[in-house]
């Protein structure tokens, strides 16, 4: 899916309800939670006069809570509820973090 196409596709489901609920839908937000995850988008970013606001990046992100129901984590002996996974695979990515912390996936490290 070219960029443009997935920036209507999000554009439309934000703007339509009950098209946010179809499988086109669903895939275009959730390649744009990826491409959250990846670092090639953000939802805001600094600009020559200001930070800059990606509304479509946004939109994706308030549409990824209305699709996604929330589910029990757990860690250890503790308990979670939430609707974003924790983000998978950070040896692989170089990323530290120390207990209790958590990253959800979406997150961008550098």
């Known amino acids: 899916m070219k960029r443009e196409d997935l920036i209507a596709a999000i554009a439309r489901a934000f703007a339509e309800p009950e098209f946010a609920e ?20 953000r939802v805001a970013e600094p600009g020559p006069d200001g930070w800059i606001v990606n509304a479509w ?3 994706a992100v308030l549409l990824y809570f209305r699709q996604t129901p929330a589910q029990t984590l757990l860690a250890g002996p503790f308990e979670y509820r939430d ?25 961008f490290l550098e």
């Not at 179809?22 to 988008?41: F, K, N, Q, S, Y």
């Not at 609707?83 to 997150?107: H, S, T």
């Open 83 to 107: 609707k974003v996974p924790v983000k998978r695979g950070l040896e692989a990515q170089g990323i530290r973090l120390v207990p209790p912390g958590m990253i959800r996936y979406g997150a």
């Open 22 to 41: 179809t499988p086109p839908a669903r895939e275009a937000v959730a390649r744009a939670i990826d491409m959250l995850d990846r670092g090639e988008a």
């Open 57 to 59: 990046v946004r939109m």
